[in-house]
Each structure stands twice: as C-alpha cells, then as structure tokens.
C-alpha cells in the first residue's frame, strides 16, 4: 500500500495508523528541504525581498508581513507561453503582503529545480489578450531591475 502523507496533520495521522509513519516521515523531511533551498536561492537571488518584508513591517506596525507560497509540484516554464523557447521545470513561489483578513500579491517567482536560477513572471496585456513572460534574474541572461517599494 503507498502512503498518503499530506501536509495537515489528519493525513499524517491517518498514515500512522496504517503503519506508515516511515514513509511519511520522509516525505515531510523532503518537502521541508525543497522549501528551504527554494528559499535559499530566492533569497541569494532576490535579496530585495528582505527589504520588501522590511518595509512592510516598517509601514503598518506589525499589522501585516510579507508571506511566501510555495508550490512543490513542479511546472514546465516557457519564456513567453506555450511553444516558445523552453526554460525548464521550475517550483512557483508567490509574494505576497498578509494582512488579518485579506492579502495582497506582490509577485510570483519561479525558482528551477537544480535551485540556481530564478524567474520573474511577469503578466502582459494587449488589446484583449493577456499573456505571460518570465523574465531571468541576475546574471543568467537578463537583468531586470525591480524597484523597492
């Protein structure tokens, strides 16, 4: 039988009373692990995220606070939509300032899965489309200066 291990607490239970807490004991190590280089190479990547959470707190005392997502199913990213140039899998990370009952979204970054490059996505419209573009970050092929709020 495969285990069923969640991220709450009741699949994790569920799993133990069917004898596989091993199993899931693992998976919960290996999606902490992805989250922590994920954040890592965002960090080193886009270290204006600091100053954004920074400045969050600095404005609003302490009423809100910078908020990151992240989505550990991996996504193939073309640059600009399906059919153009293939850039690789990538995990989603969003950005967003939480607030106690609403949120508000900052950006979404994609961070690739050998965990050394990161992408900005970025949405574009025209007349009555809309579409996206990544974008790389830092010294891989472009450089895209984001300004501190």
């Given at each position: ?29 290996t999606r902490e692990d992805t989250i ?114």
């Amino acid at each position: 039988m495969a285990a069923v291990c969640g991220s709450d607490d009741s699949e994790i239970s569920t799993a133990l009373a069917f004898g596989e807490a091993e199993e899931c004991t693992q998976n919960a190590k290996t999606r902490e692990d992805t989250i922590v280089k994920i954040s890592d190479c965002l960090s080193e990547q886009m270290p204006e995220i600091d100053d954004w959470a920074a400045y969050v707190d600095l404005k609003n005392d302490g009423q809100a606070y910078l908020y990151q997502t992240y989505d550990l199913e991996t996504e193939e990213v073309y640059k600009d939509g399906a059919g153009s140039e293939y850039l690789g899998e990538y995990y989603s990370v969003h950005v967003s300032e939480m607030w106690e009952d609403h949120s508000v979204s900052w950006s979404t970054f994609y961070v690739s899965v050998n965990f050394d490059k990161v992408l900005w996505k970025d949405m574009v419209g025209l007349a009555d489309s809309e579409f996206e573009v990544y974008t790389f970050i830092r010294g891989v092929e472009k450089f895209v200066v984001l300004s501190k709020p």
